[in-house]
T-cell receptor, first 111, second 115 residues
């Protein structure tokens, strides 16, 4: 079945760039997403990318997709303390409504 | 409209009791989803509605779980004879079929604790 894996924890200093990585197993994945979850809150959609794209940039966020290696990354430029949260990678494929989520990467931003 | 709304935010119940959660999606969204999230894990898909029709159910959705969306607007998720293993955050999400790529908007969830 589908599986999504992420590293558990990342710590960066304020102002540095953060790179959060994700790997997935489903070669038919069509859409890939990054969600952010703050304590006690639901998930907020940050950005998404279609599988026919290699890169997508949205303000401080850059998503890179390596479809051959089934690797997705999220780069946050100029990381701020407000970026501290858990970041989830998710994927789905055409015709499948369920998203498969990774276990999340906790990003800690140190002042 | 301020987003997906879930009620209650927290629910504590004793093992064996029944509980019901409510979700109000974003008003123009015709797709509604229920997910479950346990501590340290990502959300796991439970079920999906297109308007009032329940079109997909996960293997996780045992026969003690039932979800409805009677008029294609709000939805309820009922758990009968709760077990301690049901303790989790229950998340509702909605999306529009006019948007490609299943962009889900999540509510803040209902945290269930079964004692």
């Amino acid at each position: 079945g589908e599986d999504v894996e992420q590293s558990l924890f990342l710590s960066v200093r304020e102002g540095d760039s953060s790179v959060i990585n994700c790997t997935y197993t489903d070669s038919s994945s069509t859409y890939l997403y990054w969600y952010k979850q703050e304590p006690g809150a639901g998930l907020q959609l940050l950005t998404y990318i279609f599988s026919n794209m290699d890169m997508k940039q949205d303000q401080r966020l850059t998503v890179l997709l390596n479809k051959k290696d089934k690797h997705l990354s999220l780069r946050i430029a100029d990381t701020q303390t407000g970026d501290s949260a858990i970041y989830f990678c998710a994927e789905t494929s055409t015709g499948r409504r369920a998203l498969t989520f990774g276990s999340g990467t906790r990003l800690q931003v140190q002042p | 409209d301020t987003g997906v709304s879930q009620d209650p935010r927290h629910k504590i119940t004793k093992r064996g009791q029944n509980v019901t959660f409510r979700c109000d999606p974003i008003s123009e969204h015709n797709r509604l989803y229920w997910y479950r999230q346990t501590l340290g894990q990502g959300p796991e898909f439970l079920t999906y509605f297109q308007n009032e029709a329940q079109l997909e159910k996960s293997r996780l959705l045992s026969d003690r779980f039932s979800a409805e969306r009677p008029k294609g607007s709000f939805s309820t998720l009922e758990i009968q004879r709760t077990e301690q293993g049901d303790s989790a955050m229950y998340l509702c999400a909605s999306s529009s079929d006019r948007a490609s790529g299943e962009k889900l908007f999540f509510g803040s969830g209902t945290q269930l604790s079964v004692l």
